[in-house]
């Protein structure tokens, strides 16, 4: 059985920072891509990040500078370093992988950016 389950997510200050994982089981995690998306009240979810197998990564404009994808292969899980936070980050996070013919999705961990 695939399990995703994120974790690290909290209440921030704007300017704060958050380390996101992904843990994972049920997949041979060197051979997947893992993104993260955000979905915040009445938004629709978006893809904010992702990391291919062979350790390449990209950014959504809006996350670019402030937030750092990695992954750690050896521990089956990924991340998501997040510095400078903002109040428009605020949002639940989920990570996010496939293979043909199956998605998976994890519960997703709330970010709330606040004063």
């Known amino acids: 059985q695939v399990r995703l389950v994120e974790s690290g997510g909290g209440l921030v200050q704007p300017g704060g920072s958050l380390r996101l994982s992904c843990a994972t089981s049920g997949i041979r995690f060197s051979f997947y891509d893992i993104n993260w998306y955000r979905q915040a009240p009445g938004n629709q979810r978006e893809l904010v990040a992702g990391?291919?197998?062979?350790?390449?990564?990209w950014y959504a404009d809006s996350v670019k500078g402030r937030f750092t994808i990695s992954r750690d292969n050896a521990e089956n899980t990924g991340y998501l370093q997040m510095n400078s936070l903002k109040p428009e980050d605020t949002a639940v996070y989920y990570c996010y992988t496939r293979r043909p013919g199956y998605d998976y999705w994890g519960r997703g961990t709330q970010v709330t950016v606040s004063s």
């Open positions: 990391i291919t197998r062979g350790g390449n990564t």
